[in-house]
Nanobody
Framework: QVQLVESGGGSVQAGGSLRLSCATS????????MGWFRQAPGKEREGVAS???????SYAASVEGRFTISKDNAKHTLYLQMNSLKPEDTAMYYC??????????????????WGQGTQVTVSS
C-alpha cells in the first residue's frame, strides 16, 4: 500500500512563496518516480514537476525557474518549493508516485498512486 501525505498548502499574495511536502515510505521514496500535479476549478489536472528515482527532474514550462522539486533522504519526503507565485498557480496540488520511470510530460492518467491534495491559493 503506497501512502502519500501532502501538507504545506495555504493562502499567499502574488510574489510570495510556499513549500509543499509529501511524506511517504522509505521504499516508495527510494524506488518510485514522484511528481506534483495541480488542478484548478473547471480545469484538467496538469503536471507541475517530477523527479525520478535517479534524481532527474522535469518541469512544466509554466513553472520552470519558479518552482523546485526536491527530496529529503532522511525524512523520505518530497518537496515542491514555489517562489514568485502568481494567481494562476491557484489550484489543488497533488503528490503522485509510480514504480515505473515516469517523468513529465507523462499525463496524470499514467501515475498510479495519489495523495489527498493540498490547496494553494494565490491572491493578486
Amino acid at each position: 500500500q503506497v501512502q502519500l501525505v501532502e501538507s504545506g498548502g495555504g493562502s499567499v499574495q502574488a510574489g510570495g512563496s510556499l513549500r509543499l511536502s509529501c511524506a511517504t515510505s522509505e521504499y516508495t521514496y527510494s524506488t518510485y518516480s514522484m511528481g506534483w500535479f495541480r488542478q484548478a476549478p473547471g480545469k484538467e489536472r496538469e503536471g507541475v514537476a517530477s523527479i525520478e528515482s535517479d534524481g532527474s527532474t522535469s518541469y512544466a514550462a509554466s513553472v520552470e525557474g519558479r518552482f523546485t522539486i526536491s527530496k529529503d533522504n532522511a525524512k523520505h519526503t518530497l518537496y515542491l518549493q514555489m517562489n514568485s507565485l502568481k494567481p494562476e498557480d491557484t489550484a489543488m496540488y497533488y503528490c503522485a508516485a509510480d514504480p515505473r520511470n515516469l517523468a513529465l510530460p507523462f499525463p496524470p492518467s499514467e501515475w498510479n498512486y495519489w495523495g489527498q491534495g493540498t490547496q494553494v491559493t494565490v491572491s493578486s
